[in-house]
């Protein structure tokens, strides 16, 4: 599995565009390079992230050291150029993960790793391996062999301000807040509960407690997995009860 510094090395927004990126390195258990060249690979699923001269007649002539980052969108003929309000978001929310990202890598392995999701900044997997060890679940974690809960999260575009998707990817898990798909049951996911304030980690430490308070259990019976889009649409209709009827438990009706 990738490193967060792999990561952060691969997407840097504060360096010039040509040469080698500083400071920019691999790191983890057993990861190598390949090659001599270092390159730095676009976003599939998102915009292309790179530092480069705005071109525009007020740009500093060259070699003057302005190294400004700016975000590059991918564009084709006959299509307009990004509104710069847009573009200014994409860098709030670029800027906002890529210091989440630094920080988590602070804490280390113990209590979660995160991999991007095909070099995309704007999704990540999160494997969270802090689980209260007197509870049920940690006790069938370790019967199943299953050594951590892994996360999908992907960050819309004006994010801080609006709340990641997060779902539960794997192990299929009973109780615990969890509902079909994978959706997570929980306030501060929802636009009227969210707070750009809340940090990733933050967020995953209230679902690890959620799991525990929702008595949430490994489930051992074989059924399909769960996938992204009964998860968005298990999320949507949560959402919808929740918005009518408040944070309390709704008529067995409303699911």
Request: charge should be positive.
């Amino acid at each position: 599995m990738a490193t967060l510094l792999r990561k952060i090395g691969l997407i840097r927004l504060s360096e010039a565009e040509s040469g080698s990126p500083k400071g920019s390195r691999k790191a983890g258990k057993g990861n190598s390079s390949s090659g001599g060249h270092h390159q730095r690979p676009g976003l599939p699923n998102g915009p292309v992230i790179a530092a480069a001269p705005a071109q525009n007649s007020a740009q500093p002539e060259a070699g003057r050291g302005d190294n400004r980052s700016i975000l590059r969108l991918p564009t084709a003929p006959g299509l307009s150029a990004p509104q710069p309000s847009k573009i200014h978001g994409m860098q709030v929310r670029a800027k906002r993960l890529m210091k989440e990202l630094q920080d988590l890598n602070k804490l280390g392995d113990e209590m979660l790793a995160v991999e991007l999701v095909g070099d995309n900044l704007f999704e990540w997997n999160v494997k969270l391996f802090q689980i209260d060890h007197d509870s049920p679940l940690w006790q069938d974690m370790r019967d199943t062999g299953i050594d951590s809960i892994l996360l999908n999260l992907t960050f819309p575009e004006n994010f801080p301000f609006s709340p990641p998707f997060m779902r539960v990817l794997s192990p299929r898990i009973d109780n615990g807040f969890v509902l079909d798909g994978g959706a997570i049951c929980m306030e501060l996911l929802t636009p009227r509960g969210w707070s750009s304030a809340y940090t990733v980690e933050a967020v995953v430490r209230q679902f690890a407690a959620s799991l525990i308070k929702g008595q949430g259990r490994i489930c051992r019976k074989t059924k399909k997995a769960f996938s992204k889009k009964e998860a968005e649409a298990t999320f949507k209709s949560l959402v919808k009860t929740h918005d009518k009827y408040g944070w309390v438990t709704p008529p067995s009706s409303e699911g």
